[in-house]
């Protein structure tokens, strides 16, 4: 999304972990959309799109175990990543 690469949801989730999470991320990003003027709901809404983000792997800790290093919100066109997400956008 404009230049940058994003980390994918752990693959390694079940269907049902990951469809429950997904769901849950989903009502987190409506109680954003909804907390308009209401501060505190806006941070609670926020913490909960941050939890589930998490719990699918795009945030947090690295789900992969063969040491390559984490370039979510790098701009691709500085990673090792340029030469293929050239070929994509």
């Known amino acids: 999304m404009r230049g940058r690469l994003w980390r994918a ?3 390694g989730l079940s269907r049902e972990d990951r469809d429950r999470l997904v769901a849950d991320l989903m009502a987190a990003r409506r109680a954003v959309r ?3 003027d209401d501060e505190e709901a806006m941070k609670a809404a ?3 799109v941050h939890a589930a983000k998490v719990a ?3 945030r ?3 789900w992969w ?3 390559a290093p984490d370039y979510n919100r ?4 500085n990673t090792p ?3 293929w997400a050239a070929g994509v956008e």
Do not use: F, I, Q, S
């Open 9 to 11: 949801a752990n693959p």
């Open 34 to 36: 909804d907390a308009k």
């Open 46 to 48: 926020r913490a909960a």
């Open 56 to 58: 699918l792997g795009e």
């Open 60 to 62: 947090g800790p690295v």
């Open 65 to 67: 175990t063969d040491g």
């Open 74 to 77: 790098h701009m691709a066109r």
């Open 81 to 83: 990543y340029a030469d």
